[in-house]
């Protein structure tokens, strides 16, 4: 089973423009990304895949491996795609640019889906953390996931999920954290399909697993992560990596 890493980066953000190249301890955010997920030693191969000059000479000139997509893209699962379509692979994982603090064990957890997924009924993989914060679970920012009682996901939501119409009962709440691992051909499905309303309203890629009977087996994890955001967020990951 052949395993690559790629990191979609794109320079604009609508939140927090250039964050990608912002110096984070004496190298930029994706530099960093890039580094710690080599570093992992869990893939045959790891690529910066990106639509800036910018952002692939940076990793280039560092000795990395990075792509220019041919294409404009309106998420990162499609820019991927068009990187990975003629690539002799069997599983690629999507690590993200503004999470540089990549987490082994997670990784692993992840890759595992799949070793175990003989008949190969799982088309994707992904994290979800639990969360107690009524502020964060409110936020429109945290993607929320539910699962089944095997972890498949069932739905993704900016809004809480489920509502708690009963707040006597115990239910527990999923962020869901956007590291994915795919299988190939789900993946150039994805990028195949076009988008339908669920997708369209809530912004959240995964969705569109979900809308065309795709079944994504979701991974606990404790390991929250700094996703840089904003500019307070960033210096929040300076204090962290000191």
């Given at each position: 089973m052949k395993i690559i890493s790629m990191i979609p980066a794109r320079y604009s953000a609508s939140r927090f423009p250039g964050?990608?190249?912002?110096?984070?301890?004496?190298?930029?955010?994706?530099?960093?990304?890039?580094?710690?997920?080599?570093?992992?030693?869990?893939?045959?191969?790891?690529?910066?895949?990106?639509?800036?000059?910018?952002i692939f000479d940076e990793i280039v000139n560092h000795g990395g491996k990075?792509?220019?997509?041919?294409k404009e893209h309106e998420c990162g699962s499609d820019r991927i795609a068009e990187a990975?379509?003629?690539?002799?692979?069997?599983i690629v994982v999507n690590v993200q640019g503004d999470e540089p603090f990549t987490?082994?064990?997670?990784?692993?957890?992840?890759?595992?889906?799949?070793?175990?997924?003989?008949?190969?009924?799982?088309?994707?993989?992904?994290?979800?953390?639990?969360?107690?914060?009524w502020d964060e679970i409110k936020n429109p920012n945290t993607v929320k996931v539910i699962v089944d009682k095997n972890n498949f996901a069932m739905y993704f939501s900016r809004s809480p999920i489920p509502y708690p119409r009963d707040e006597t009962v115990h239910v527990k709440y999923y962020k869901h954290k956007g590291v994915y691992a795919f299988r190939k051909e789900a993946l150039l499905d994805f990028y195949r399909l076009p988008m339908l309303s669920l997708e369209a309203s809530e912004k959240?890629?995964?969705i569109r697993y979900l809308e065309y009977s795709k079944k994504i087996k979701m991974v606990e994890t404790n390991v929250?992560?700094?996703?840089?955001?904003?500019?307070?967020?960033?210096?929040?990951?300076?204090?962290?990596?000191?």
């Amino acid at each position: 089973m052949k395993i690559i890493s790629m990191i979609p980066a794109r320079y604009s953000a609508s939140r927090f423009p250039g964050k990608l190249m912002q110096d984070l301890e004496g190298k930029s955010v994706i530099r960093r990304t890039y580094e710690a997920t080599v570093n992992t030693k869990l893939f045959d191969d790891v690529f910066v895949v990106t639509d800036s000059q910018i952002i692939f000479d940076e990793i280039v000139n560092h000795g990395g491996k990075a792509i220019m997509s041919k294409k404009e893209h309106e998420c990162g699962s499609d820019r991927i795609a068009e990187a990975v379509q003629f690539m002799d692979i069997d599983i690629v994982v999507n690590v993200q640019g503004d999470e540089p603090f990549t987490e082994v064990s997670s990784l692993k957890k992840l890759i595992h889906v799949f070793k175990n997924d003989a008949n190969k009924e799982i088309d994707l993989a992904s994290l979800m953390v639990h969360i107690t914060d009524w502020d964060e679970i409110k936020n429109p920012n945290t993607v929320k996931v539910i699962v089944d009682k095997n972890n498949f996901a069932m739905y993704f939501s900016r809004s809480p999920i489920p509502y708690p119409r009963d707040e006597t009962v115990h239910v527990k709440y999923y962020k869901h954290k956007g590291v994915y691992a795919f299988r190939k051909e789900a993946l150039l499905d994805f990028y195949r399909l076009p988008m339908l309303s669920l997708e369209a309203s809530e912004k959240i890629e995964c969705i569109r697993y979900l809308e065309y009977s795709k079944k994504i087996k979701m991974v606990e994890t404790n390991v929250q992560g700094v996703e840089i955001d904003t500019p307070e967020d960033l210096e929040r990951a300076k204090k962290l990596w000191k």
